[in-house]
């Protein structure tokens, strides 16, 4: 049977999260096969490889010969798969019933869709706010570091990165999805070389959903339907680490996307806005106790 379904997983020491997450995928859909490769980033570190090869045979595994990250991790999965619908899928997930179908068939009707995702909720039930983001701005990031976006979530003027002014539970185009669960076409995602591998964690959803906007394709969101994302624990454990890559990452997408020519004024102006919105949002982070950033 042939692969309608490609879910392309990048672990790092995930032995504790895949049982679920591959408990939660079918094997068919829509009446073809799915194929699930994860591609183990910690090389077996955990014994992750050592569980899929024994628990999980129908699932390709591929160590690497290094820690790839995770736009090129998921480029390694692209290649060595095949079905003509792709899902880059987290190891933290758990796909609820229903779900890959429903967006699988508004990929099919809906050929102008470069890009679609349910509503990622999290552990406690809430919203992962960033499974549907407005094309972040400076404007942006200065109400989310200065918490006007959280204080006032209904008013669009503060709110144009997390959308907290739309509807959860409804459809529509946003700027950009979460990397936890990215699903589109083969021939769009390989047309356009997948994740750009010069970003070796984080920013590189935000910058595949630009160029999926640049080659006039849709990206979707749609929450009327909903899967579990367990996220945060990576962050909470080395949050100095972790939110100085968040955030330069981050401004590294900007640098490319809006300063093309290489102006200097232009990248003085986002290293600082950037260096600025991260000491303001660790300051916020340590006084709150909630240990997490707020990128773009």
């Not at 999965?77 to 880059?88: D, E, K, R, W, Y």
């Not at 950009?176 to 083969?186: S, V």
């Not at 102006?269 to 240990?291: P, T």
């Amino acid at each position: 049977m042939s692969a309608v379904l490609s879910i392309i997983i990048v672990a790092y020491r995930s032995r504790g999260e895949l049982p679920a997450c591959l408990g939660s995928l079918p094997r068919e859909i829509g009446g073809g096969g799915v194929e699930v490769c994860v591609i183990d980033n910690s090389r077996d570190a955990d014994g992750t490889l050592a569980l899929l090869r024994t628990a999980y045979p129908w699932v390709k595994a591929i160590e690497p010969e290094a820690n790839l990250g995770f736009g090129r991790a998921n480029n390694r999965g692209l290649h060595a798969t095949q079905g003509s619908i792709v899902l880059f899928l987290n190891p933290d997930t758990v796909v609820r019933p229903g779900v890959l179908e429903h967006l699988i068939a508004r990929v099919r009707a809906e050929p102008e869709i470069g890009l679609i995702s349910p509503r990622l909720e999290l552990a406690d039930g809430s919203m992962d706010l960033a499974c549907r983001r407005g094309i972040p701005s400076l404007w942006d990031g200065f109400c989310r570091a200065a918490g006007l976006a959280r204080r006032f979530p209904r008013t669009r003027w503060f709110c144009g990165y997390n959308l907290t002014h739309l509807p959860e539970r409804d459809t529509y185009d946003v700027g950009a999805i979460n990397g936890a669960f990215m699903l589109g076409p083969r021939d769009l995602l390989s047309g356009l070389g997948g994740f750009d591998e010069a970003f070796f964690m984080y920013g590189d959803d935000l910058d595949l959903c630009l160029r999926v906007r640049q080659a006039g394709r849709r990206i979707v969101y749609d929450g009327r339907w909903s899967i579990v994302h367990l996220k945060g624990q990576s962050v909470d454990r080395d949050f100095e680490r972790m939110s100085e890559a968040i955030f330069d990452a981050n401004r590294d997408v900007f640098l490319k996307h809006l300063n093309p020519r290489g102006s200097r004024w232009v990248e003085w102006r986002y290293r600082f806005a950037f260096g600025l919105w991260k000491q303001v949002s660790r300051w916020r982070a340590r006084w709150s106790g909630r240990r997490r950033v707020q990128p773009a």
